[in-house]
């Protein structure tokens, strides 16, 4: 595709199941980044990775959440045990090296 | 801590004016700016951006201000269209050593009226 994808566009899940969520990066970008943004915020950052390699979590608000890319290419970010307060839209962004090209975010509601 | 934030939440504009969008930023050592449009249930769409050793940066319809003595940016939206009814961000990518992440504002939205 031409862009970036994430799949599922919205996620509803109970207190307390996990989650996973996946980006499509554009082909061939080397950086890859998950972003969190609250209803009526800007996107927070989450983690960064530089092909399939994590450089930087520190955005991750608790060790429920986990992202991994494995192969350098497709992302998942894992959500464990999720609770109300992590409801909110998932960005996915990749990056060839000087701009962040968004995909369309998965919006997750937590019952 | 330091961020990069916006004064105004709500702009409404008649459509044809001018829009003028604002944002403040508190770390001296960012060099990097970004713009973004996101409409309803879309990711973030980049406008324009501009570095640090610029001042002005035009695009079509848009033009970016940079003022670093009061780390203010603007950006101005010419002949304001319905299309350009969405929330703007402006982000700040702070040097290499804080790593390759942009740090976004509050966001504005924009609603052009006709």
């Known amino acids: 595709g031409a862009g970036v994808s994430q799949s599922p566009r919205y996620k509803v899940a109970k207190r307390g199941q996990d989650v996973a969520l996946r980006c499509d990066p554009i082909s061939g970008h080397v950086s890859l980044f998950w972003y969190q943004q609250a209803l009526g915020q800007g996107p927070e950052f989450l983690t960064y990775?530089?092909?399939?390699?994590?450089?930087?979590k520190s955005g991750l608000p608790s060790d429920r959440f986990f992202a991994e890319r494995p192969e350098g290419s497709v992302s998942t970010l894992k959500i464990q045990r999720t609770q109300q307060e992590d409801s909110a839209v998932y960005l996915c962004?990749?990056?060839?090296?000087?701009?962040?090209?968004f995909g369309p975010g998965t919006r997750l509601t937590v019952l | 801590g330091e961020s990069v934030g916006l004064h105004l939440p709500t702009l409404s504009v008649q459509e044809g004016d001018n829009s003028i969008i604002n944002c403040a930023y508190s770390n001296s050592a960012s060099d990097y700016f970004i713009w973004y449009k996101q409409e309803s249930g879309k990711g973030p769409q980049f406008i324009i951006d501009i570095r640090s050793n610029m001042d002005k940066r035009q695009g079509q319809r848009v033009t970016v201000l940079l003022n670093k003595t009061v780390k203010h940016l603007s950006l101005q939206i010419a002949a304001t269209q319905p299309g350009d009814s969405a929330v703007y961000f402006c982000a700040e990518n702070r040097n290499k050593a804080a790593g390759n992440k942009l740090t976004f504002g509050g966001g504005t939205r924009v609603l052009v009226k006709p």
């Open positions: 990775f530089q092909n399939e390699a994590q450089l930087d």
């Open positions: 962004a990749s990056s060839p090296g000087t701009r962040w090209f």
